[in-house]
């Protein structure tokens, strides 16, 4: 049930509302109601959602978010990845780390492709795990198709013409790296689901999320031979296969959103860094020439990961070429088309416009009117842009902290001052005093949201 804010005009269930604010307290990047806190990014957006329109279209794409920590990278992959859901898209995502990257030992292009699955979300499903729900609704829409054309479950000749429809969307993969054994696991999990053998589905879901170690194993849990099963070198080519099958199953597409691709750059041995940066430019390859129809892929690093010369992506000449801005940039402009979205440093206005929604979430919350007032905002944001080197080293996240931080110790300490605690902090931390603060404040009336774009 919507609750209904006395303090403004947001409406948002209390428990997202909840889960919201304690996500952006910690620093953490919410997974659901980060439309609520959107605020800026309207050029970036409406770039990314014409990605999204060509992908839907039947083509395919690849873009790279880059920014410093806590500039906003993965936020704007989660308002995308919640506008691509409402748009009929299905969604995987999995953040790199050690353990999970493009390619490697140890089954850590393998472990990837796991997290991308467990994480697959559908508009009705759209926590993850949406795997057997995308499945199984593919299905029902098979039976529902012969049940209107007059042959019903309990019809002799039901099972033949599921199969022949089964074999019609399945058709398709056939001609594809990897997509015979795709389509005939894909063929077999419906078979199962005709004769509701619950050991056969599991073990089709087990090779569609590339659990099985080898193909003896995948033999004797699906009951037949497969010449291949999902691993390190091949799980690109079966996310392509996905893709082309959400197309087949009713959806837009598929889109992979790919977070910590600064865990690429940490790579130590230069060998497997390499490794993992040709598998990239196979990927930006495939989606730039069209050849992963109804993929979309979106990636998130920092400008180390980008540009470092040494250990970054611009150390492999094939993507320094492609990835690289070019003479016109050095200018000052801005090119929102090209594979790389550099994310720029929010406007005084959009921040304030921030710390205002914020108060009106942190009031629907609490149910009362939090104890600041608009020109405290403002004093807050200008203490905060004071910092020496704030104008390119603040980040939204540290903003957002130290508000959400202020706004409990007010609720907290009654007796508690604001001017006493700006006063108080600012003495300490950098010297200044209130009279020291530079710079044309900030109007929240000059600020556009992406709640005011038509996307």
């Not at 990047?29 to 329109?53: M, N």
């Not at 990961?305 to 801005?334: C, I, K, M, P, V």
Request: aromatic share 8%; with cysteine.
């Amino acid at each position: 049930m919507d609750r209904e804010a006395p303090f403004g005009e947001v409406r948002i269930p209390k428990r997202i509302l909840a889960t919201l604010l304690s996500s952006l307290s910690a620093g953490v990047v919410p997974r659901s109601g980060a439309p609520y806190v959107a605020i800026g990014r309207q050029e970036e957006i409406a770039s990314l959602v014409d990605s999204l329109s060509a992908v839907a279209e039947g083509g395919s794409a690849m873009r790279l978010l880059v920014g410093r920590y806590g500039s906003g990278k993965s936020f704007l992959i989660q308002l995308l990845r919640g506008y691509a859901l409402d748009r009929g898209f299905l969604c995987a995502d999995a953040d790199l780390s050690p353990e999970r990257r493009f390619s490697g030992g140890n089954g850590a292009g393998l472990a990837t492709y796991r997290e991308l699955m467990k994480n697959l979300a559908s508009k009705a499903s759209p926590d993850g795990g949406a795997l057997p729900m995308v499945l199984s609704r593919h299905f029902d829409q098979l039976r529902a198709e012969l049940a209107l054309s007059g042959i019903l479950p309990e019809h002799p000749s039901f099972s033949l013409e599921m199969q022949k429809r089964i074999l019609e969307t399945t058709l398709a993969l056939e001609g594809y790296v990897g997509g015979f054994d795709f389509a005939r696991v894909l063929c077999e999990y419906y078979l199962a689901c005709i004769s509701d053998d619950a050991d056969r589905k599991s073990a089709c879901l087990r090779w569609f999320r590339g659990e099985f170690s080898g193909k003896t194993e995948a033999r004797h849990a699906l009951g037949f031979s497969v010449s291949k099963i999902i691993d390190d070198d091949s799980w690109y080519d079966f996310i392509k296969l996905w893709a082309l099958l959400s197309h087949r199953l009713g959806y837009s597409g598929l889109v992979v959103f790919i977070d910590e691709c600064v865990n690429l750059y940490k790579i130590a041995n230069r060998i497997s860094r390499e490794s993992n940066y040709e598998k990239l430019l196979s990927i930006f390859n495939d989606t730039l020439q069209g050849r992963a129809p109804h993929l979309g892929v979106i990636l998130g690093g920092t400008p180390q990961f980008l540009e470092d010369t040494r250990r970054g992506l611009f150390s492999y000449e094939a993507l320094r070429s492609r990835l690289s801005d070019g003479r016109f940039a050095e200018l000052g402009y801005r090119n929102l088309s090209a594979p790389v979205i550099r994310l720029r440093r929010l406007s005084d206005n959009e921040l304030l416009a921030l710390l205002s929604r914020l108060t009106v979430l942190f009031s629907t919350k609490e149910g009362v009117q939090a104890r600041i007032t608009p020109d405290q905002m403002q004093a807050f944001l200008q203490n905060e842009l004071s910092r020496a080197g704030a104008d390119e080293m603040i980040t939204p996240r540290e903003i957002i902290r130290d508000y959400l931080t202020l706004l409990s110790i007010l609720r907290d300490n009654p007796s508690a001052v604001f001017s006493e605690l700006v006063t108080h902090l600012v003495s300490r931390e950098a010297g200044y005093t209130d009279g020291q603060t530079q710079g044309a404040e900030p109007s929240i009336s000059a600020c556009v949201t992406p709640f005011d774009l038509e996307l």
